[in-house]
Every structure is written in C-alpha cells, then in structure tokens.
C-alpha cells in the first residue's frame, strides 16, 4: 500500500478518532513500526501536522486543528464528483480517466471508500469548445504570441482582432478568453465559443495581461472596488454557503441577515446576481451600484406594466 493511503489513513485517525498508535497503522497496512513511527515523523515535519504524543496513552494526537488537512477524504469525494462529471461530457478517454480517478483516490481510507458510488455531481450544461481553436489559444500562450481571431459579438458583428491572450478561464460554465486587445487599445473578455477563426501571429507578447486581479464575475482589471449587499430571510441562508469571491466577508447581523462584501472590477454581472433574489437583496454599497440596482428595477417595472396595459 503507498505512503499515501498510510498517510491519508492516520491523518483520519487524528481527526476522527481522538489519535492512532504506531501498531494501528503498522497492522492496518502490514508494515513495521518503524515505518510507521517514519509516517508520522513525515506528517509533522514535511506537513507541519501538531502531533504530539501521549505517553499516557502511547497514542499520537493532534494539540490543536490542523485546518489544512481536516475532512481530506470527503472533500477529495467531492472532488471526484466533480472529476466524473465532466469526464461524462468532455470524453477523455477512459484510460486517462481511470488513470485520474485512481490516483485521486489513492490517498482516500479503505473505509470511506465503500461510499464513492453513493456521492455523485449532476452538474448543468457544460460550454465544450472548439479544440481546434483551443488548440491554437494554447499555442499562442506557449509560444509567447499574439493571436488574429474572427470574432462574432453579442450583437453579431464580425470583426479580426489582434489579441495578447493572457488568461483562459471558465466561469459558470463558459469559456473565456482575457487578452489585451490591439483594437481598442485595452483589456477584453471574449467568449471562446464565438471566436469562429484563430491563428497564432507573428507577434510578441508586450503587455502583462497575466497579473490583472480577479474579485467577482468575469472581468478583470487593474482596479478592483469593494460591494456590499444585504440578504434576508432565505437568500441569507443560500448565500451563507457560497462562495462568490475569494475575498469575500461574509457578516450575520442580528436581524438574522446577511451582508456579503466582496471585490469586483464591473457591477455588469453583480447587478442581475443581486436582482435574482428578488425582494431579500438589496445593495447597500458603493452609490453607484444601488443607483444601477435602481434604475434596472424601474425598467423591469416598466416593462411589466407595457405587458399588463397590452394584454
């Protein structure tokens, strides 16, 4: 059995048991006590795990939490979940797969193990790119190179741009990539899908479109601002679970409500996230973002009321 599944074995045993001794670990995988006494010696000194022994109980245990490596195996489930998923979708192949998963789970406990078939992701629909343009995105960023893309927008206007790609990401599902584009002298966002041509230019890389900061939604920039918003009643308790940002703070009031403060560099995706809950959000801050709150509220009003004189 590899040093990984000991390790996973007796990371479990700190966390779930109250400790282990070195005959437990040594009896569970057949090897020495010496070995074992090796495996712990691994996780205090490469891991920094607060393990300390007790010489009352000849146990190991932890003397305080070790957040980084507590509940592994179920959030490596979780991630195996997710793994399987997309493998149903995107079609790698089942050698890569098998490959994948096997190593995943080779650190998981023989015990937690009997419940892999009982947890599974049912994820929504999943955005799969045109490889061959994909294809060329990644030579693009592996050689250094400026792309030419045929580019349809929202609007289906076609263009040729020149781009410096800096970033691919995947966000809700869709592809993207942040490059700096050539023709509005500044930073973009592009929808992979709606690149229908590319070919790496021969151009060099100049701009640093690589270190832009994130923050919530899609759109990068060099300057980020802060948003707050407050939640009531079932938004507040959907919201305590998500994670809309990195950097997010998350502040339960008295009331029982929630105020999320997070960091974006447009309000164009937090405005319709925030409209989605209806009457149990409400933007608090910066003026800006209520006052867009606002006015998209009177144009749903508006409209409605068009549809009801109508009808």
Same mark, same amino acid.
């Given at each position: 059995m590899s040093q990984s599944a000991r390790l996973q074995f007796i990371i479990r045993c700190l966390n779930h048991r109250g400790g282990v001794t070195l005959r437990e670990i040594a009896d569970a995988f057949e090897v020495s006590t010496r070995q074992a006494g090796r495996d712990i010696e691994y996780l205090r000194d490469q891991m920094h795990a607060p393990v300390v022994y007790d010489w009352k109980s000849r146990r190991y245990h932890l003397e305080s939490i070790w957040e980084s490596y507590t509940n592994t195996d179920e959030r490596?489930?979780?991630?195996?979940?997710?793994?399987?998923?997309?493998?149903?979708?995107?079609?790698?192949?089942?050698?890569?797969?098998?490959?994948?998963?096997?190593?995943?789970?080779?650190?998981?406990?023989?015990?937690?193990?009997?419940?892999?078939?009982?947890?599974e992701y049912r994820g929504q629909s999943v955005d799969i790119p045109n490889w061959t343009i994909l294809s060329t995105v990644i030579d693009a960023f592996a050689s250094g190179s400026c792309l030419v893309i045929r580019y349809t927008s929202l609007r289906d206007e076609v263009s040729e741009r020149t781009i410096e790609p800096g970033r691919l990401i995947n966000y809700?599902?869709?592809?993207?990539?942040?490059?700096?584009?050539?023709?509005?002298?500044?930073?973009?966002?592009?929808?992979?899908?709606?690149?229908?041509?590319?070919?790496?230019?021969?151009?060099?890389?100049?701009?640093?479109?690589?270190?832009?900061?994130?923050?919530?939604?899609?759109?990068?920039?060099?300057?980020?601002?802060?948003?707050?918003?407050?939640?009531?009643?079932?938004?507040?308790?959907?919201?305590?679970?998500?994670?809309?940002?990195?950097?997010?703070?998350?502040?339960?009031?008295?009331?029982?409500?929630?105020?999320?403060? *997070?960091? =974006?560099?447009?309000?164009? $995706?937090?405005?319709? &996230? @925030?409209?989605?809950?209806?009457?149990?959000?409400?933007?608090?801050?910066?003026?800006?973002?209520?006052?867009?709150?606002?006015?998209? *509220?009177? =144009?749903?009003?508006?409209? $409605?009321?068009?549809? &009801? @004189?109508?009808?």
């Open positions: 490596m489930i979780i991630m195996g979940a997710y793994l399987k998923s997309l493998f149903a979708k995107i079609k790698l192949g089942k050698y890569f797969e098998d490959e994948i998963m096997t190593s995943l789970y080779s650190g998981i406990s023989a015990e937690v193990k009997r419940v892999l078939d009982r947890v809700n599902n869709t592809w993207y990539v942040v490059a700096y584009d050539y023709k509005r002298d500044d930073i973009r966002t592009f929808h992979l899908s709606r690149i229908q041509e590319a070919r790496v230019a021969d151009m060099r890389m100049t701009h640093d479109v690589g270190d832009l900061k994130g923050g919530y939604g899609i759109f990068l920039s060099d300057h980020l601002e802060e948003y707050r918003i407050r939640f009531t009643g079932a938004a507040a308790r959907i919201v305590s679970t998500q994670v809309w940002s990195d950097d997010q703070r998350q502040e339960r009031q008295e009331d029982g409500s929630l105020i999320l403060t *997070l960091k =974006s560099s447009s309000l164009e $995706e937090l405005v319709p &996230a @925030v409209l989605s809950f209806g009457a149990e959000a409400q933007p608090l801050s910066p003026q800006s973002f209520v006052n867009e709150y606002r006015r998209r *509220l009177r =144009s749903l009003f508006e409209r $409605e009321h068009m549809i &009801a @004189v109508s009808d």
